[in-house]
């Protein structure tokens, strides 16, 4: 069945808020918290460590922490402790997006299983497999993602065990890795350009023959789709391919972005048919999914990215991250000064529902709708009764 993807509207009054049709917390995340509340709950007396971030909520990892959990790295795969401190004794947490093969082994010389509590998402298991699978074909593996997140490091890590593997990290790179592939530029060069994206032991002239590729699994679905028929148009012209050739060049890959980034983008696609002054996206500031509803909401109208509903100070006054200058700052004069006010509201994969509530309430509160978010309540409460 197609899938619907219009926004609900909530009439408040002088605030309406439209609120995408799909938005939050996805089956990775919650399988992660479980399995991490678990194995809090299961080990009383023992250390627990999380390898980095479970997830990019801030509130989660808060909550966590709040239990006695302690993150071992940041989320640039910093150190945040002795890595010797670590014991056989200790029970490590992976986190949803997966690890590298490299950490993995490090654990296991540690005498720590990493398999025993794994939260790694399956969604990133089937990139990895897809990956796997086009390697053992004999393609080289691009993998669109930020080079730097943890789950492009992981599975850079994993494609590299089986194939030459380069990360780029948007159009601009891919374009770039078109010239190298064309032959425009000395091959000596690549090395240079993508320091830290390409597996040991790449060969420019060898390793850029046939490719197949594979995304970050919360990367912008248009975007991965660019660059995937940009590759695949390059191979076809310098290699001059007939339709049937090509899959001799270029591994037919679908993009392998999740369900939730999925229905998440395209209920924000939805919600952008409707009219509004401003867009309000939820989430943690190094969320990847998150950032990504932000740059589509941004093409259309005022969008703030906010971290929960302590960020909407007041009518005048608003906290937000600016993903451009990659920082918070505070911006005034926010809402404007029609009505009614037209709202939209989603949040990303690692947005508890709660939070999305309290963002609405604190939105109705700030805007003079409080009762009408009662009354709502109550009558929504009353129907379930
Ligand atoms: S966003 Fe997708 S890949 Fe990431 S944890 Fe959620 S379901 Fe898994």
Redesign the pocket.
């Known amino acids: 069945m197609k899938k619907d993807f219009k926004p609900a509207i909530l009439d408040l009054g002088s605030l309406q808020v439209v609120l995408a049709r799909h938005f939050g917390f996805?089956?990775?995340?919650e399988n992660?918290i479980e399995i991490a509340f678990r194995a809090v709950a299961e080990n009383p007396g023992k250390r627990v460590f999380l390898l980095s971030e479970m997830?990019h909520n801030p509130g989660v990892n808060a909550d966590l922490q709040d239990l006695g959990v302690k993150f071992i790295m940041d989320t640039n795969g910093k150190l945040l402790m002795d890595w010797d401190e670590l014991t056989s004794d200790d029970i490590v947490i992976i986190p949803?997006?997966g690890t590298t093969l490299e950490l993995e082994e490090k654990l296991r010389a540690k005498g720590i299983e990493p398999s025993r509590y794994e939260t790694t998402?399956?969604?990133?298991e089937k990139v990895w497999n897809r990956a796997e699978k086009i390697g053992k074909d004999g393609y080289t593996i691009v993998v669109h993602g930020k080079p730097k997140h943890e789950?492009t490091r992981a599975t850079f890590s994993h494609s590299k065990a089986n194939t030459a593997t380069v990360v780029v990290k948007d159009m601009k790179q891919a374009e770039h890795l078109a010239r190298f592939i064309k032959g425009e530029l000395p091959a000596e060069q690549f090395y240079q350009d993508f320091t830290g994206q390409y597996s040991e032991g790449f060969q420019v002239e060898r390793d850029l023959q046939r490719i197949g590729v594979v995304n970050q699994?919360?990367m912008l679905a248009s975007e991965t789709q660019g660059i995937s028929d940009y590759l695949k148009q390059v191979m076809i012209e310098h290699h001059q391919l007939g339709a049937e050739e090509i899959p001799t060049r270029f591994a037919d890959t679908r993009d392998t972005l999740?369900?939730?980034?999925n229905d998440n983008q395209s209920a924000v696609q939805g919600m952008l048919d409707e009219e509004a002054q401003l867009a309000i996206v939820i989430g943690g500031y190094n969320s990847s999914?998150t950032s990504h509803l932000v740059e589509l909401c941004e093409l259309k109208l005022p969008t703030y990215f906010i971290k929960d509903e302590k960020c909407l100070i007041s009518e005048d006054k608003i906290s937000h991250y600016d993903m451009h200058a990659h920082s918070e700052k505070e911006s005034t004069n926010y809402i404007p000064p029609v009505r009614p006010l037209r709202v939209m509201v989603t949040s990303g994969?690692?947005c508890p529902d709660a939070l999305v509530e309290r963002v609405i309430e604190r939105l109705a509160e700030i805007t003079g709708n409080e009762y009408a978010i009662e009354a709502m309540t109550e009558q929504w409460t009353e129907a379930q009764t």
């Open positions: 996805c089956y990775g995340v992660a997830i949803a997006f998402c399956p969604f990133v789950e699994t919360t999740c369900y939730a980034t999914n994969a690692s």
